[in-house]
């Protein structure tokens, strides 16, 4: 289980890592919004704790860029904001648990624990097509029985396909999505992940889901 501790003050944070990691949980920091975007792009974690007052990016538009692009991660929001505008506001964002400072140890523990398992008793809404299925909830991929190992960002990509399965989807959106932010200039960056994704989800099964069509994009389709 791998926590991402996002929170600027480091007595804080230092606590909340020691104490995690003593309950045995894998833990990650960041003390920065940005970064913290940046690393749950690229990194898949349990559970996050993120504070609201941030350098560089407040919590609640790191949690807002996660819902965005479908990352379901849960989240639980520290603050020491405490009205109940703020307590709506994380909510509609996406926040699972919102928990204000100061807190005892024990009941972030409980709310943790408590998070977690509502997270694995969801009903995960699979993905699938021909012989190829993602589930989004423990992110597993299989095709034909064979586990897949992929990186976060291939992961996100094979996501954005399956959900748009037999249409035609161009490189400006599977950019805007799967990067985030537009990509112009590194345009090639999405054939190089296609490549990577045929390697992986084609080519060892023999047959073809994912196909370029020629000067539009990409379309998943076919299949056994
Ligand atoms: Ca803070």
């Not at 950019?175 to 994704?197: A, C, G, K, M, P």
């Amino acid at each position: 289980m791998s926590i991402l501790i996002v929170e600027d003050e480091l007595r804080v944070r230092a606590f909340l890592a020691r104490g995690l990691t003593e309950e045995g949980f894998r833990v990650r920091e960041s003390a920065e919004g940005v970064e913290a975007a940046e690393l749950l792009r690229h990194e898949r974690f349990e559970l996050v704790l993120l504070d609201w007052m941030l350098p560089g990016m407040p919590g609640l538009d790191v949690l807002r860029g996660m819902r965005a692009r479908r990352d379901i991660t849960p989240v639980i929001m520290l603050t020491a904001r405490d009205e109940v505008a703020d307590r709506i506001a994380a909510l509609n964002a996406g926040a699972d648990d919102y928990l204000v400072k100061p807190f005892a140890f024990e009941e972030l523990l409980a709310r943790i624990r408590a998070v977690l398992r509502r997270v694995s008793g969801r009903a995960s809404p699979l993905l699938s097509h021909a012989d190829l299925t993602l589930d989004p909830l423990t992110r597993k991929v299989v095709r034909a029985g064979v586990e897949l190992s992929l990186t976060a960002r291939e992961y996100a990509l094979l996501q954005f396909l399956l959900e748009h399965a037999g249409e035609v989807v161009s490189r400006t959106r599977i950019v805007q999505t799967v990067w985030d932010h537009d990509f112009e200039t590194f345009s090639n960056v999405v054939e190089v992940y296609i490549r990577y994704l045929r390697a992986k989800v084609d080519e060892p099964f023999g047959v073809k889901l994912i196909h370029t069509v020629r000067g539009v994009g990409y379309v998943l389709r076919g299949g056994p």
